[in-house]
Nanobody
Framework: QVQLVESGGGLVQPGGSLRLSCAAS????????MAWYGQAPGKQRELVAA???????NYADSVKGRFTISRDNAGNTVYLQMDSLKPEDTAVYYC???????????????WGQGTQVTVSS
């Protein structure tokens, strides 16, 4: 089993910044990929940013140049630095992890509980 614990959400004014964190724990062998997804009210959950075990990143077009995804050296904690925030960034942000357990080649997916980000004046 894998647990993802998120932190860092909150209320911020337009143009402000927030930093989200997600720490993964459990008896997994390796994390293949970690990502952040956002779900605005009444909308589907969408990919915001992702980072692979090799350090490759990709971003939604709407956040390119404003958000930065990174991870710690162990690769078990992922961060999302959110700058120049806009009201349309308001959403619940979910951490997502693709992991492999020892003795298996199957990649399993896990989700965090979500953290609310509200951008409003």
């Amino acid at each position: 089993q894998v647990q993802l614990v998120e932190s860092g959400g909150g209320l911020v004014q337009p143009g402000g910044s927030l930093r989200l964190s997600c720490a993964a724990s459990g008896s997994f062998f390796r994390i293949e990929r970690m990502a952040w997804y956002g779900q605005a009210p009444g909308k589907q959950r969408e990919l915001v940013a992702a980072i692979t075990s090799g350090g490759n990143t990709n971003y939604a077009d709407s956040v390119k140049g404003r958000f930065t995804i990174s991870r710690d050296n162990a690769g078990n904690t992922v961060y999302l630095q959110m700058d120049s925030l806009k009201p349309e960034d308001t959403a619940v942000y979910y951490c997502n992890s693709h992991v492999i357990f020892a003795g298996s080649t199957v990649v399993r997916q896990y989700w965090g509980q979500g953290t609310q980000v509200t951008v409003s004046s």
